[in-house]
């Protein structure tokens, strides 16, 4: 049974307006009611929870800030940060799930779209009757995407499309995918690419041990012919798909804080309920000092986050500011899950407590949308007017 209670140690819910704190509530039932049940057995099983897709799009979480007339929620940012927050209470790989559909599929064609476009996807991706993946990452480019190597011609009437990517989150089950590749010019454009297109396949990448529930895959084009249509057509060059990466790590900044609650969470309670040297654990200097700090990181966390949310809906957050929240949570909530790991003993590495679960999903949650290092390299370039990436 899933008996969490999140900490609000400076009350902060005096910050959310009624609808938001409403918002945050229906998904943390949902979380409990839906997800709590099966994901330790999914994770177990590296299997995707298929059937949850259009529970997602049901409940909103599939585009919350996207306008209502293509089937989003028109929600503001507060409102998406504490969606993201409460799935990812739930598990890292669900949350991963709906920030791609969210931020790196649907705010894409929302953004850069053309109207078509926007009426054929937006609403089958908000109510989860169809999933979508973004490409970026490639084999041979991480880091640095800007030296991607995927590339498509101008065939006249149509795109020729080759290349591959790596990494991507819900390929293998994805209907459309939003692609990132150089034309003929060596410029980058988004495309959209339809499952079921000749010479288009995404095999899925098997035995991770991070994310397991969450489904992960490559993306392979061999000559793929892409309707010139399916071209994005209000963006031209790498800042298309920073700018989706700026919205999926603020979702990942909020995020993190449920991975970390969590963990908080059921290490306070075992700490309470563990006996030892006749005391409860809890009892112990050691562990009230892990406990202490452990709530003043997720206080600052839920600090910056919130901040960072009024930034973004005012249409001031900076892509340094989002980088300052992604790498502090995620650090923080991984932090969290390895002593609240030490505080649930040996019984801490079983799936009877969901520690080792987010311990292990935060270990990609903190390398990819930006690396821990490459966020502290973006901060430094913003202090000293120096990138220091090459
Ligand atoms: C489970 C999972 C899901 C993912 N989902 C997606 C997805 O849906 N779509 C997508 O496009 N990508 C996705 N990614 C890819 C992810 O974004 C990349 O893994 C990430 O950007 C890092 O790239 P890399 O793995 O190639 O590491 P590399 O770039 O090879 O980095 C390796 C190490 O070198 C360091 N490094 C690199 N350059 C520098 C530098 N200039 N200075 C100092 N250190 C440096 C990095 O910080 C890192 O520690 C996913 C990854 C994972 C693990």
Known sequence: MD?????????LDDLLT???KLIRNSIRDFVKKELSPIIEDCAQKSSFPKHLVKKFGDIGLFGPT???????????????????????????????????QGSLVMHP???????????????KLASGEMLGCFGLTEPDHGSNPSGMLTHFKDMGDHYLLNGAKMWITNSPLADIAVVWAKNEKGR??????????????????????????????ELVFDNVKVPKENLLPGVDGLKGPMSCLDSARFGIAWGAIGAAMDCYDSAKRYSLERIQFE????????????????????????????????????????????????RNNVNMALQIAREARQIHGGMGITGEYPIMRHMMN?????????THDIH???????????????
């Not at 973006?378 to 007017?385: A, F, K, S």
């Open 18 to 20: 009624d609808e938001q």
């Open 188 to 217: 980058v454009h988004g495309l959209i690419v339809e499952k079921g297109m000749k010479g288009f396949s995404a095999p899925e990448i098997h035995n991770k041990w991070s994310l397991r529930a969450s489904i992960t895959g």
């Open 109 to 123: 064609i929302n953004k850069f779209g053309s109207e078509e476009q926007k009426k054929k996807y937006l609403p």
């Open 279 to 326: 005391k409860p654990i809890a009892a112990f200097q050691l562990t009230q000092k892990k406990l202490a700090e452990m709530l003043t990181e997720i206080t600052k966390a839920q600090l910056l986050a919130w901040r960072l949310g009024v930034l973004k809906n005012q249409g001031k957050a900076t892509t340094p500011q989002i980088s300052m929240a992604k």
């Open 66 to 100: 996207i306008p209502v007339e293509y089937g989003g929620g028109g929600l503001d940012y507060i409102s998406y940060g504490l969606m993201m927050q409460e799935i990812e209470r739930g598990d890292s790989g669900m949350r991963s799930c709906v920030s791609v």
């Open 3 to 11: 008996r969490f209670e999140a900490p609000d140690f400076y009350q």
């Open 362 to 370: 935060l270990e990609s949650v903190i390398t990819y949308e930006g």
């Open 376 to 390: 502290l390299l973006i901060l430094g370039q913003e202090i000293t007017g120096i990138p220091a990436f090459k």
